[in-house]
């Protein structure tokens, strides 16, 4: 599929934390000609190249699970309780159009309820909101409606229902999910072109399962898989719209992001210096960031013995029902993960 329109797809494709399976077959079909896929009980996609080079082994992730929800009761009005799958801030979920997936596996739309202006009181509109204080609304009256005649129930998944577009002019997209679907189409790049490559190492990658939830999948991962080094993707927030000009570590187009530190890991002095070499060696944007917040699977991979980076590509508005991301970013992206994996070896590694 043509770049443009597979980012499309990742980023529209329905995959909470505990049901990634339609991201798992999109980047199945693009890679499994040159890449043996497996699955595991999670829904990881644990991939291996079909042509084995190297000693050095390599390994690329990038989760494929988004922030979404799950539905925890049902009223017998037909409203439904749900709780977050991931960080949320309540009040970006009010009043918002939702996809949930039903028992025959089939999309059904629903609105996160809010009281009209003319039923709140005065104090009501100023309330801190809280998950407890949401429903979702799928046109229902019943409770029996819901579960007979619209196949939801408690345990059901939901994710924002946005469709992703792209600005040819600006080269942007606007859509749901870039953390990390960007990232998934960051990782399927790097595998088709490296493909076309001699590199001489072994690569291996994983599309894994609910890092939003705690990074579950990866942990699931790393008893698979023992490489040497891991590149992470991710789809980081983007801070270009609302810090200080000297606080901006993360703006869109101005190149993918190395994390210095994040609350889950303190990135691999070595393994970061040698990818910041490489980005100035080739000429490629990067910004560098030191994150009071935030966490990878790179917070689990770094504790298993194996130095990792993570490559951000910044996002505006992550966590939200929509966000931008930049095409150019993505790009670049993919060209500092295969300079760095050209660019390796084990003489390199040894010094790490
Ligand atoms: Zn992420």
Same mark, same amino acid.
């Given at each position: 599929m043509k770049e443009i329109d597979l980012i499309k797809q990742l980023s529209t494709s329905f995959g909470p934390s505990g049901m990634e399976d339609d991201v798992v077959s999109v980047v199945k079909e693009e890679v499994s000609s040159f890449m043996d896929c497996k699955e595991d009980t999670m829904r990881n996609l644990i991939m291996h190249r079909k042509k084995e080079t190297g000693k050095l082994h390599i390994h690329l992730d990038a989760h494929g699970d988004e922030v979404g929800f799950i539905i925890q009761a049902i009223k017998p009005n037909g409203l439904l309780r749900f709780l977050p799958l991931g960080g949320w801030i309540c009040e970006n979920v009010a009043a918002q159009k939702v996809w949930i997936k039903n028992r025959e596996g089939k999309l059904v739309e629903g609105v996160v309820c809010s009281k009209p202006p003319h039923f709140t009181k005065k104090e009501e509109r100023h309330k801190h909101l809280d998950f407890e204080d949401l429903l979702i609304d799928?046109?229902? *009256? *019943?409770k029996e409606e819901v579960i007979n005649? /619209?196949? #939801?129930? #408690?345990g059901s998944f939901a994710v924002p229902a946005v469709s992703c577009s792209y600005d040819e002019k600006h080269e942007m997209f606007l859509g749901k999910a870039f953390d990390c679907r960007i990232g998934c189409a960051a990782l399927i790049q790097t595998l088709k072109d490296l493909e076309k490559k001699e590199i001489g190492k072994t690569i291996s990658a994983s599309i894994s399962a609910q890092e939003e939830v705690g990074e579950r999948g990866m942990k699931s991962v790393m008893q698979q898989i023992k490489p040497d080094l891991m590149i992470c993707f991710e789809g980081c927030p983007a801070d270009? $719209?609302?810090?200080?000009e000297y606080m #901006?570590? *993360?703006?869109?187009?101005k190149g993918p992001m190395l994390r210095h530190f994040d609350v889950s890991m303190i990135t691999h002095p070595r393994f970061q210096r040698f990818a910041l070499e490489i980005a100035k060696k080739y000429n490629i944007p990067v910004q560098e960031s030191v994150r009071r917040g935030g966490g990878t699977n790179g917070g689990i991979s770094h504790t298993c013995n194996i130095p990792t980076i993570v490559i951000g590509i910044p996002t505006r /508005?992550?966590? $939200?029902f929509y966000s931008y991301t930049s095409m150019q970013d993505y790009k670049h992206a993919v060209l500092l993960a295969e300079k760095i994996i050209e660019e390796l070896n084990e003489k390199i590694y040894s010094e790490f």
């Open positions: 799928v046109g229902a *009256s *019943s005649e /619209y196949g #939801i129930s #408690i270009d $719209t609302f810090e200080e #901006i570590q *993360s703006a869109l187009k /508005y992550a966590h $939200t």
